[in-house]
């Protein structure tokens, strides 16, 4: 199964944490997932780049992609 359909499942269809972000947040958050996707090598360098490369062209601080991660997943784990 590739992330797409995975995030095409939980974010768009019943996520409160994804609906409840800004449109520039679901923007970021979605090229997070793209870059996920078509990167190469250890998953946690993959995230780790591609929150990274979100932020920066996006100019939204870390800190927030992290806690919208978070958020997320208390709200997967609690459903």
Same mark, same amino acid.
């Given at each position: 199964? +590739? ?6 499942? $939980? @974010? @768009?269809? *019943? ?5 409840? @972000? =800004?449109?520039?947040? &679901?923007?970021?958050? =979605? ?8 990167? =190469? ?6 995230? *780790?780049?591609?929150? =990274? &490369? ?16 978070? $958020?997320?997943?208390?709200? +997967?784990?609690?459903?």
């Amino acid at each position: 199964m +590739q992330i797409s359909s995975i995030v095409k499942e $939980n @974010l @768009l269809i *019943d996520s409160k944490s994804f609906n409840g @972000l =800004t449109p520039l947040m &679901k923007e970021a958050i =979605t090229d997070f997932f793209k870059i996920v996707e078509k990167e =190469t090598g250890n998953i946690i360098q993959k995230v *780790d780049n591609a929150v =990274t &490369k979100v932020s920066e062209f996006h100019n939204i601080n870390i800190e927030e992609i992290n806690k919208y991660f978070d $958020n997320e997943l208390n709200e +997967q784990l609690s459903s």
